[in-house]
């Protein structure tokens, strides 16, 4: 199982991002994955998810600015940032709970928006 997030970067303040996650092993189709930022002293948080309807639930700081989406075809999961605020700032991953409970973190991207 393996899985890998990429795309981060360094954006200024009112940027633009899009992160895509690969999974490998498991199956984004059976399950609601999420993208998670982890930023600096701070816990993990979930920023958002997508269930196996499509129905997605963000937090509340990046609702209007972040969309996730899947491409179960491929197995691809998606979060298009934008409006990007130096808050947003931390190494975002992927996953899906069945690897959560396993204490399962894949590799993660770094995101740095500048003010």
């Known amino acids: 199982v393996q899985l890998q997030a990429s795309g981060g970067g360094l954006v200024q303040a009112g940027g633009s991002l899009r992160l895509s996650c690969a999974a490998s092993?498991?199956?984004?189709?059976?399950?609601?994955p999420g993208w998670y930022r982890q930023a600096p002293g701070r816990q993990r948080e979930l920023v958002a998810s997508?269930?196996?309807?499509?129905?997605?639930n963000y937090k509340d700081s990046v609702k209007g600015r972040f969309t996730i989406s899947r491409d179960n075809a491929k197995n691809l999961l998606y979060l298009q940032m934008n409006s990007l605020k130096p808050d947003d700032t931390g190494v975002y991953y992927c996953?899906?709970?069945?690897?959560?409970?396993?204490?399962?973190w894949g590799k993660g991207t770094q995101v740095t928006v500048s003010s």
């Open positions: 996953n899906i709970p069945v690897l959560e409970k396993t204490n399962y």
């Open positions: 997508i269930n196996s309807g499509g129905i997605t």
């Open positions: 092993g498991v199956s984004f189709s059976i399950d609601t």
